[in-house]
Structures are given as structure tokens and as C-alpha cells.
């Protein structure tokens, strides 16, 4: 191998929810050679539906901290409930022989702030972990996919991010893979920036809309903030040709690269209704353009991917 085909990290990112990002990453991942799938949508976690993945890994995830009243310490004074701003402390816990009632912490409005442990003059306040979610290594007939999971409420999804990126940066440099193809979360919030940084290139997934065009120039610009460069593909194009063609000449004009257009296709639906990447049912306008997508990124890139023949 060539020292210059060092590792390849594509994230398919998108403005918002249902542009098709992981229709597409899904097919990519069939059409690539022995890529490392990542699933960076940790709210939501999607390509693990399409790819029907075995896990052979699973592991808690540690998020943060959270207080912890020690009842049998706690001289129920009340500052702790005083202090805290997230509301999450009760005159509600049990007794300890000295009153009849001590404060409880309620994890799920904890935020491990902390404030309540420092102003604790009994010191029967610590902050321990919290088990935040849970995070998988599982086989794929495309390879090994890195996903996670937060627990409902829970937050850090930036860390469990960074944690799916690293695990599969590790199974590459492990395996001889070249290539991570990452699935991002949608938006352009911390997920998506614990996504994208670092990233070699972003693949960003946009319909022709008004908001479509909105959520690109914000991603455009994301991606030039962290000097990531932006290829493009509208998806449904059909829906809108001038629109469509619109924001093609927009990016361009950003620094950005067209690098496909998919056309409005019903075997999308059919192929999410049986969990399979698109490209594996059938060869129809929609399936055809993905594959031309992939010809066009390993064209851009050439020395770093290789595609099945």
C-alpha cells in the first residue's frame, strides 16, 4: 500500500432529519471495499436498521456525573435543594435516626454540576458516574459497523460521538480498512460537529427545498469553519430541476463539489421496508444514480478507495 492511501474518513451529514443520509450511507457501505461503518447519530441511531448488523461488542457508556445524597450523612438543612437550578433535590429520602426525612437526588434533572457536593457543610454529597448508554461493535455483510445508543434524557452525545469515531479508527488500523464510512446525525449541533471534525471529507445529502437550501449553507459553512471539504448530492431532484440546479451553482460557488443527483424513486420506501440498502434491490433510476455517486467519490479520491468490481 502506498503511503499516501492513508486513512479515508467520509461523513454523510445532512441539515435535517429525512434527506435520505442513511438510504445513502447504507448503499455506499454496499458498493465500497471493506469499508468501517460508523453510525455518529447517537440519538437516533438508523444504519444498524438497514444493515441487520451481530454485534460481537457491547459496553456502557459514562457520560457524566451525578449527585449522590448519602442519607445516613444528610442532616436534611436544605441548602442542596437551595442551590440547585435543574430542580432535581427532594425533602423525599429516608430517615437516618436523626430526622425523619433527608433529601433525595432525582438523576433524571441532574445535570453533575456539582454546586450541591461544594456547598454540602455535612459532605453527604458525591458525584458519581452515570451509566449514560451503551455503545456496540458488530458485523455486517459490509463489515464491521461501531454504533451507540444514549439512554432517553441523557446528554453528552458529542463524547459518545467521539467514542464510535475512535472505536472504528482502531478496528481500521486493526484490519488494514482505508476507509471509515461514517453516518452523521442531522442538524449542525455538537453530534454533528464531534462528527465532522477531523473528518478527510463530508458528503452532504440535500433536497431542493428552501430549507433545503438553508440547511446546506449552514453545513457549507460548517464544513469550511473545520476546513473539511464538502462534496454535495441532491437528492429528489426531480421534484424541483431549477431549484435543484439553484444550489448545485450555490455550492460550487462555496467551495463545495456536486458529486451526484438522485432522482424521486418509490424503491427507496420499498427497500427501507425490508431494512436493505437500495443498491442491493434493484438497479432502478434511484439505485442507479447512488451508484454513480460512488464512481464519482472514488474518482475524487482515488487513491484512497477502492469499490467492488
Known sequence: MPEAAALFELVVLSGKGGTGKTCVTASLAALAHEPVLADCDVDASNLPLVLNPQPQRRESFTGGLRAHIQSDRCSACGKCQEVCRFAAIALDGPGNGCVPRTYRVDTAACEGCGVCEYCCAGHAIDLRPADSGEWFVSD??????????????????????????????????????????????????????????????????????????????????????????????????????????????????????????????????????????????????????IAGLWQRIRAEGSVLINVND
Open 140 to 289: 455486517t455483510r459490509y463489515g464491521p459497523l461501531v454504533h451507540a445508543g444514549l439512554h432517553p434524557g441523557e446528554g453528552n452525545s458529542g463524547k459518545l460521538v467521539m467514542l464510535v469515531r475512535e472505536q472504528a479508527r482502531q478496528i481500521a488500523a486493526a484490519t488494514g480498512r482505508r476507509l471509515i464510512l461514517m453516518d452523521g446525525p442531522p442538524g449542525i449541533g455538537c453530534p454533528v460537529i464531534a462528527s465532522l471534525t477531523g473528518a478527510t471529507r463530508m458528503l452532504v445529502i440535500t433536497e431542493p427545498t428552501p430549507s433545503g437550501e438553508h440547511d446546506l449553507e449552514r453545513m457549507l459553512a460548517l464544513g469550511r469553519h473545520f476546513g473539511v471539504p464538502a462534496w454535495v448530492c441532491v437528492n429528489k431532484h426531480d421534484l424541483n430541476p431549477a431549484m435543484a440546479t439553484h444550489m448545485e451553482r450555490h455550492a460550487v460557488e462555496r467551495g463545495a463539489t456536486v458529486v451526484g443527483r438522485i432522482p424521486y424513486d418509490p424503491e427507496v420506501t420499498a427497500a427501507q421496508r425490508q431494512g436493505r440498502p437500495l443498491v442491493e434491490m434493484n438497479r432502478g433510476p434511484a439505485a442507479t444514480a
